[in-house]
């Protein structure tokens, strides 16, 4: 079994920024994919940032150019750090990990941007 622990969420203001972190408890070298959802209520959960083994990165387009995600093996860390929020980004967003063919979920973390 593996544990992923978001931080970082909070309440941000319209056009600020913030950091969420994901550590996991297990080496994330060994992971094929690991990133972020995020899930607004009332909507379905949608990816925005996943990073693959191949080096590839995922982004959706409601946050492409204002996102990036990055990742500390050493830390079994990964990073999702977000510009120029806007109310609409406004979500509990979830860690998300495969290890093998086994997705693992992070218990999820409140971002709140006030306009």
């Known amino acids: 079994q593996v544990q992923l622990v978001e931080s970082g969420g909070g309440l941000v203001k319209a056009g600020e920024s913030l950091r969420l972190a994901c550590r996991a408890s297990r080496n994330t070298l060994r992971v094929n994919a690991i990133g972020w959802y995020r899930q607004a209520p009332g909507e379905q959960r949608e990816a925005l940032a996943i990073g693959r083994n191949d080096g590839s990165k995922y982004y959706a387009d409601s946050v492409k150019g204002r996102s990036t995600i990055s990742r500390d093996n050493a830390a079994n860390t990964v990073y999702l750090e977000m510009n120029n929020l806007k109310p609409e980004d406004t979500a509990v967003y979830y860690c998300?990990?495969?290890?093998?063919?086994?997705?693992?979920w992070g218990q999820g973390t409140q971002v709140t941007v006030s306009s």
């Open positions: 998300y990990a495969l290890f093998g063919h086994t997705p693992y």
